[in-house]
Nanobody, 120 residues
């Protein structure tokens, strides 16, 4: 098991920016997911330390960037030009395999989630 602690959510106006952080207790493959009310959980971004791979969902490229601090086992999600449709609870997840996958069912370690609300 790995412990995940998210931070950085909040309320922002449309067009604004937020930076989320997820600190892990081990260097596992990590990903960001989000879930809006009444919608399924969807992948946002992720990274694999071991194979040096990052991923951002195609629909979010250009606005969202994922990065990490390897020494601190911390993953960041920089979100720019935020839109009301980005409003959701954002979850950090981790899996021991170095393979980065985008389906939530392959992750068995989850953070508590952080709320991101974008007002119009």
């Amino acid at each position: 098991q790995v412990q995940l602690v998210e931070s950085g959510g909040g309320l922002v106006q449309a067009g604004g920016s937020l930076r989320l952080s997820c600190a892990a207790s081990a260097r596992w493959t990590m990903a960001w997911f989000r879930q809006a009310p009444g919608k399924e959980r969807e992948v946002v971004a992720g990274l694999s330390w071991d194979v040096n791979v990052t991923y951002v969902a195609a629909s979010l490229k250009g606005r969202f960037t994922v990065s990490g601090d390897r020494d601190k086992n911390t993953m960041f999600l920089q979100m720019n030009s935020l839109e009301p449709e980005d409003t959701a609870v954002y979850f950090c997840a981790a899996r021991e395999s170095p393979r980065l996958v985008i389906l939530p069912r392959f992750y068995d370690n989850w953070g508590q989630g952080t709320q991101v609300t974008v007002s119009s």
